[in-house]
């Protein structure tokens, strides 16, 4: 059993790839006469849509793209949010448009996301990019996922043959997470709040992948000795961003593990101004 596990660092890699970026973003910038431009979309007074927001603006000034949030109250109707959705995509100045989840219960993202052009849809949430993933076609992959993949990739860490256990069935986490996961010949369990015996499949994870958005729901007594466990789990707790696994357990337990904050979230945020930038993959 590892003696602590070894910290799977988004930061250090968010740092080299911006530096990248930003060399892109110029190049961009210069053939078009204006930076490329993301457009957030938010809803209600969510304290984690709210972190979120924050990180993405910040880093694609760091990046040298602009920025633009567009705030609703949560009274917003969900044809009014539709209707500014399909504005903002329609919009020449605009390369890419976001959706911050998550939505209040009154508004369904499929009605809102169905009318966001896909060549704009950078964070695969609407329907023609979620079924070109579903189909293992190009496409825009929701950004935590993304996340998710370029970490392992740039650990060494491979998913092929491996047991991949994904906890959470989001449309923006566990979902793609799972199908990516596949596409790398893995072999991929999806578990979720009705999931018997959690901890038993947890437990024979090679790979556990949690996205569910509830504080410490992931333990150390439910990882497998030396697995590489990724916390994509994003929570407020008294004004602080925490994941879902509780680290201090879990750390003496697995051999890599994602901090909360420090680890996919830097790395989130970048996957976003690289489909901008870049386009699908």
């Known amino acids: 059993m590892p003696q602590g596990a070894v ?106 996301t169905e009318v966001l052009p896909p060549e704009k849809d ?29 970490l392992l990739r740039h650990a060494g860490i491979p998913l092929q043959g491996q047991n991949a256990v994904v906890v959470g069935r989001g449309t923006a986490g566990g979902k793609p997470a799972a199908l990516l996961f596949l596409r790398e010949n893995a072999t991929v369990t999806l578990c979720h709040s009705r999931t018997p015996d959690l901890a038993g499949i947890t437990r024979q994870a090679d790979i556990l992948f949690s996205s569910v958005g509830r504080y410490h729901c992931i333990t150390g007594a439910m990882v497998k000795p030396g697995a590489v466990v990724l916390d994509a789990g994003m929570n407020s707790v008294d004004g602080r961003l925490v994941g879902d696994v509780e680290f201090a357990s879990v750390r003496k337990v697995a051999s890599y593990v994602t901090p909360v904050p420090g680890g996919l979230g830097p790395l989130t945020n970048l996957m976003l101004i690289r489909h901008a930038l870049i386009g699908p993959s």
Do not use: K, W
């Open 7 to 112: 910290l799977l660092d988004g930061r250090r890699l968010a740092d080299e790839l911006r530096a990248q970026l930003l060399r892109t973003a110029a190049r961009r910038a210069e053939e078009r006469g204006r930076p490329v431009c993301i457009a957030l979309v938010a809803v209600g007074d969510d304290p984690t849509a709210a972190l979120y927001a924050g990180q993405v603006a910040r880093s694609c000034l760091r990046t040298g793209l602009d920025c633009l949030l567009r705030s609703f109250p949560v009274s917003t109707t969900e044809m009014q949010l539709r209707a500014a959705v399909e504005h903002l995509g329609a919009q020449d100045e605009v390369d890419g448009v976001v959706l911050l989840l998550p939505l209040p219960a009154h508004i369904r993202q499929r009605v809102v």
């Open 122 to 150: 950078i964070d695969g949430l609407g329907p023609r990019n979620a079924g070109h993933l579903m189909l293992g076609f190009p496409s825009f992959v929701p950004s935590t996922a993304d996340a998710a993949l370029e």
